[in-house]
């Protein structure tokens, strides 16, 4: 196991994020984490990268109690993360936004008076990961000129670029056209494979990519882990069905051989009460 | 290529002021290479870093009276001491003061570091035995690389000596920040100025790098403050007056942030357009307010921006973004 949240509650004055969250990832694992909106995945991923800090329970990281340590560290220690909405440096060029990572990883940010123009092992590792992703050609661009999916991309890029053994992705494609959500999808596959990435936990809304990819389902509702386990037990599941998947789900039935009941809410819940 | 010529170019201009044989000019180019040192680190603060400091003037402040203190009262007259001097007590007090700043963002930064400065101001004008108060303090002639040049006349070492050590004083200055922006230590700046939470997220200690930025550009203004004191002769708390502070935004901007050189440019132009507005006409300020009004809105690139013909719209859109 690699990653642990072990009862993890958040509230915000007098509502529950998150209620009670237990969750654990082994590594070689893709795991989606689903749910409604409302439902506590983004806070779940806060928590779990240390940009929040739980109002009770702890997480793990490979044996270590990490709760609350922030992000810094953690990227130390080897987890990475990637962001819904686009996060990038804008004034920056590609190969830039990837160099930022390098130097990090490399612990070279102190070197007040080294040229980093000079630097061929930082510019050679910014590269490898530009070419990963298919960026190496715009790689003296502006982060902010380039198109909407290729700025998800070095967002996720960025990240990858600290060589990390577990990564977050939330939302990794959204904000994506369908055709470019699959290629990113794959980037990302193949990229975590070169890079030597033990796990990938991913936020998502999209169905087909959470059906398609994931080793591991863990369904959100209302701050509490509703079920998890395998795509197919997910898909089976009555509660995930009604409560999560709802009305979207019909495509994913039409692959499902399982009977399905009911339609369920599906888009967004009100926030529960501690 | 074409930068370096025009490098060297600048370079030869500015050595050759002083034999155009018009004094005034060559002691005025004095207070330009002081605020020049002081915009380097302004700048790295503000350009690259993304904090707007309203506070700067309390190193200047730091360095100048740095100088009359050690050449006043303690008989030290080396300026090389002098200098190192004027950087260490600056350092000294950034580390806390920048400690407390940098933990802010924005106009609250910004304040903070006007509330120090004014502290200062404060401190300079009550504790009248320590600082000679309203009058300062005078500042007396330093001796050079070991040189005693005082036996030479006031206007002779100013605009002889004087000049060329301050030349080479900015030389060396620019050319360590010049290091320093391109370095890795630089590009976690910048990613800090475009967004702390993703460098954050990617493992840059955002506080830390932000202090240590701080404390190069508190050394910075020190220094251009030392500078400045043998060429005032007498230093007293104006020097560390809000609105000094405001000047080197000023500066800052009419040069243009984004631009290495830009605030050097904003420096040069800045004083020898006071000087100009000053001998027509009374109103300076009130000229200079509209000159900044007209930049902000008009050239938010400042005059590098203009030069390089980039347009101001970019330059808007990053301003306002920067706003935000």
Same mark, same amino acid.
């Given at each position: 196991m690699?990653?642990?949240?072990r009862d /993890?509650?958040?509230?915000?004055?007098?509502?529950c994020?998150l209620d009670g969250v237990?969750?654990?990832v082994?590594a070689?694992?893709?795991?989606?984490?689903i749910g409604?909106n409302?439902a506590g995945?983004?806070?779940?991923?806060n /928590?779990?990268t240390?940009?929040?800090?739980?109002?009770?329970?702890?997480?793990v990281f490979k044996?270590?109690?990490i709760?609350g340590?922030?992000? /810094?560290?953690?990227? =130390?220690?080897?987890m990475a993360?990637?962001f819904?909405?686009?996060?990038?440096?804008?004034?920056?060029?590609v190969?830039?936004?990837l +160099?930022?990572?390098?130097?990090s990883?490399?612990g070279?940010?102190?070197?007040?008076?080294?040229s980093?123009?000079?630097d061929? +092992?930082v510019a050679a590792?910014?590269?490898?990961v530009?070419?990963?992703f298919?960026?190496?050609?715009?790689r003296?661009?502006?982060?902010?000129?380039?198109? +909407?999916?290729?700025?998800?991309l070095?967002?996720?890029a960025s990240?990858?670029?600290?060589h990390p053994?577990i990564?977050?992705?939330?939302?990794?494609t959204?904000g994506?056209?369908t055709?470019?959500?699959?290629k990113?999808?794959?980037i990302l /596959?193949?990229a975590?494979? =070169?890079?030597g990435?033990?796990?990938?936990v991913?936020?998502?809304h999209?169905m087909?990519i959470?059906?398609?990819?994931?080793?591991?389902?863990v369904?959100?509702?209302?701050?509490?882990v509703?079920a998890?386990?395998?795509?197919?037990a997910i898909?089976a599941n009555?509660?995930?069905?009604?409560m999560?998947?709802?009305r979207r789900?019909r495509?994913?039935a039409?692959?499902?051989?399982?009977?399905?009941?009911?339609?369920?809410e599906g888009?967004?819940t009100?926030?529960?009460?501690? | 290529?074409r930068?370096?010529a025009? &490098?060297?170019?600048?370079a030869?201009?500015?050595?050759?002021?002083? &034999?155009l044989?018009r004094d005034?000019?060559?002691?005025l180019?004095?207070?330009?290479?002081?605020?020049?040192?002081t915009?380097l680190g302004?700048?790295?603060l503000?350009?690259?870093?993304?904090l707007?400091s309203f506070? !700067?003037?309390l190193?200047?402040?730091?360095g100048?009276?740095?100088?009359?203190?050690?050449t006043g009262?303690?008989?030290v007259? !080396?300026?090389?001491?002098i200098l190192l001097?004027a950087? #260490?007590?600056? &350092?000294?007090v950034a580390?806390?003061v920048?400690?407390?700043?940098?933990?802010?963002?924005?106009i609250?930064?910004?304040?903070?570091?006007?509330? $120090?400065g004014?502290l200062?101001n %404060?401190?300079?004008?009550?504790?009248y035995?320590?600082t000679g108060?309203?009058?300062g303090?005078r #500042?007396?002639?330093? *001796?050079? &690389?070991?040189?005693?040049l005082?036996?030479?006349p006031?206007v002779?070492?100013?605009t002889?000596p004087y000049?060329?050590y *301050?030349?080479?004083?900015?030389?060396?200055a620019?050319?360590v920040?010049?290091?320093?922006?391109?370095?890795?230590f630089?590009?976690?700046l910048?990613s800090?100025?475009?967004?702390? #939470?993703?460098?954050?997220s990617?493992g840059?200690?955002?506080?830390r790098?932000r202090w240590v930025?701080?404390?190069i *550009?508190?050394?910075?203004?020190?220094?251009?403050?030392?500078?400045?004191?043998?060429?005032?002769?007498?230093?007293?708390p %104006?020097?560390t007056?809000?609105?000094?502070?405001?000047n080197?935004?000023f500066?800052?901007l009419?040069?243009g942030?984004a !631009?290495f050189?830009g605030?050097?440019?904003?420096?040069?132009?800045f004083?020898?357009?006071q000087?100009a507005?000053?001998s027509i006409?009374?109103?300076w300020?009130?000229? $200079?307010?509209?000159?900044?009004?007209i930049l902000?809105?008009f050239?938010?690139?400042g005059?590098?921006?203009l030069?390089?013909g980039?347009?101001?719209?970019p330059?808007?859109?990053?301003?306002?973004?920067?706003a935000?």
């Amino acid at each position: 196991m690699i990653l642990q949240a072990r009862d /993890v509650r958040k509230s915000y004055g007098e509502f529950c994020a998150l209620d009670g969250v237990s969750l654990a990832v082994n590594a070689g694992e893709f795991v989606s984490i689903i749910g409604p909106n409302g439902a506590g995945k983004t806070t779940l991923i806060n /928590v779990l990268t240390g940009i929040l800090e739980p109002s009770a329970g702890r997480v793990v990281f490979k044996d270590r109690d990490i709760t609350g340590i922030g992000t /810094v560290r953690l990227s =130390r220690l080897g987890m990475a993360r990637s962001f819904q909405l686009v996060t990038i440096f804008p004034e920056l060029t590609v190969l830039e936004v990837l +160099q930022v990572a390098v130097v990090s990883r490399l612990g070279r940010g102190t070197r007040l008076f080294a040229s980093l123009a000079r630097d061929r +092992q930082v510019a050679a590792q910014a590269l490898e990961v530009a070419e990963l992703f298919l960026l190496a050609e715009k790689r003296h661009t502006v982060a902010r000129q380039l198109p +909407q999916g290729d700025k998800k991309l070095l967002d996720v890029a960025s990240a990858f670029a600290l060589h990390p053994e577990i990564i977050l992705l939330d939302e990794p494609t959204s904000g994506v056209s369908t055709r470019d959500k699959n290629k990113i999808m794959e980037i990302l /596959v193949s990229a975590s494979k =070169r890079i030597g990435i033990k796990a990938i936990v991913q936020v998502e809304h999209d169905m087909d990519i959470v059906f398609g990819y994931s080793d591991r389902i863990v369904a959100l509702h209302q701050g509490r882990v509703l079920a998890e386990g395998a795509p197919g037990a997910i898909r089976a599941n009555e509660d995930v069905v009604n409560m999560v998947l709802g009305r979207r789900d019909r495509a994913v039935a039409k692959r499902n051989p399982s009977p399905l009941r009911g339609e369920g809410e599906g888009e967004g819940t009100a926030p529960t009460k501690c | 290529m074409r930068a370096r010529a025009g &490098l060297a170019a600048l370079a030869l201009a500015v050595l050759a002021v002083p &034999l155009l044989g018009r004094d005034y000019y060559s002691i005025l180019m004095l207070s330009f290479f002081a605020y020049a040192i002081t915009l380097l680190g302004v700048n790295l603060l503000f350009g690259y870093t993304g904090l707007l400091s309203f506070g !700067h003037a309390l190193f200047i402040g730091i360095g100048a009276y740095a100088a009359a203190v050690l050449t006043g009262k303690l008989g030290v007259l !080396h300026m090389e001491a002098i200098l190192l001097v004027a950087a #260490v007590a600056a &350092l000294l007090v950034a580390a806390p003061v920048g400690a407390l700043c940098v933990r802010y963002v924005k106009i609250y930064f910004g304040m903070l570091t006007l509330a $120090f400065g004014m502290l200062f101001n %404060s401190f300079l004008i009550k504790f009248y035995h320590l600082t000679g108060g309203d009058e300062g303090m005078r #500042v007396l002639r330093p *001796s050079l &690389l070991g040189f005693d040049l005082s036996q030479i006349p006031k206007v002779q070492f100013l605009t002889g000596p004087y000049y060329y050590y *301050s030349a080479a004083v900015l030389a060396i200055a620019t050319f360590v920040m010049w290091r320093i922006v391109a370095s890795p230590f630089g590009l976690c700046l910048r990613s800090i100025r475009e967004n702390p #939470v993703k460098a954050e997220s990617l493992g840059i200690s955002v506080k830390r790098y932000r202090w240590v930025a701080f404390l190069i *550009s508190a050394a910075y203004a020190a220094v251009g403050g030392a500078l400045l004191g043998p060429t005032v002769g007498q230093v007293d708390p %104006s020097l560390t007056y809000w609105t000094q502070s405001g000047n080197l935004v000023f500066m800052t901007l009419l040069g243009g942030f984004a !631009h290495f050189l830009g605030p050097l440019l904003g420096a040069f132009v800045f004083i020898y357009l006071q000087d100009a507005v000053m001998s027509i006409v009374p109103y300076w300020r009130l000229i $200079f307010g509209a000159i900044l009004a007209i930049l902000v809105i008009f050239v938010p690139g400042g005059l590098v921006g203009l030069m390089a013909g980039r347009g101001a719209r970019p330059g808007i859109k990053a301003v306002r973004e920067g706003a935000r």
